[in-house]
């Protein structure tokens, strides 16, 4: 009897059994059960089970690596093509003073999903703010095809300078004293 053979085959092979060895070989279940025992070879199957369960489990995970990988750079690549569109049309919005209101939302919005979804494959948490700016744009698409550019540029600012205004009051407050401004000194 070949013990090499039928100990490799018992442990390479989770559906042998005792009897199926002792049957293929032609000898008592009683004997290569001694054998085996002898020789730990239940010890050694589950060790071999083992070893191939972690690599199954870590050529997932290389492979589950390359896809996420590919799909972060195509993503990037996105993104990268959406800013260029985006900058072009800026610059579109600056030579002849149209807002293209429609076409800016559309990119955001579409540059909001490649970041949102690069964000997911990286596990990292999404910004809920970036989210709401986009909305926010989309509630202003109306109004802002009925500006000009410069209007655009002064609405903005004078947006900013409002609420710059309202977070030195917040702060006031909070340390319970009033900022001065530069006009004042």
Avoid: C
């Avoid at 092979?13 to 032609?26: I, N, Q, R, V």
């Amino acid at each position: 009897m070949n013990w090499t053979e039928a100990e490799a085959l018992y442990i390479s092979d989770a559906e042998t059994s005792y009897g199926s060895l002792a049957s293929k070989y032609g000898v008592a279940k009683s004997t290569i059960l001694r054998h085996a025992n002898k020789h730990d070879w239940r010890i050694k199957r589950k060790e071999h089970t083992v070893k191939l369960i972690k690599k199954t489990i870590e050529e997932r995970d290389n492979d589950r690596e390359v896809v996420d990988r590919r799909q972060v750079d195509a993503l990037r690549a996105t993104q990268a093509v959406l800013v260029r569109n985006i900058y072009e049309i800026n610059k579109r919005s600056q030579s002849d003073g149209k807002i293209y209101a429609s076409e800016l939302y559309t990119l955001s919005r579409a540059m909001f999903m490649a970041m949102k979804q690069e964000r997911d494959i990286l596990g990292l948490p999404n910004v809920p703010k970036a989210h709401q700016a986009i909305e926010d744009l989309h509630g202003d698409v109306k109004t802002l095809k009925t500006m000009k550019f410069s209007d655009v540029k002064d609405a903005y600012i004078e947006k900013r300078r409002k609420k710059l205004k309202e977070l030195r009051a917040a702060e006031s407050k909070r340390i319970g004293h009033k900022y001065r401004s530069s006009s004042q000194t």
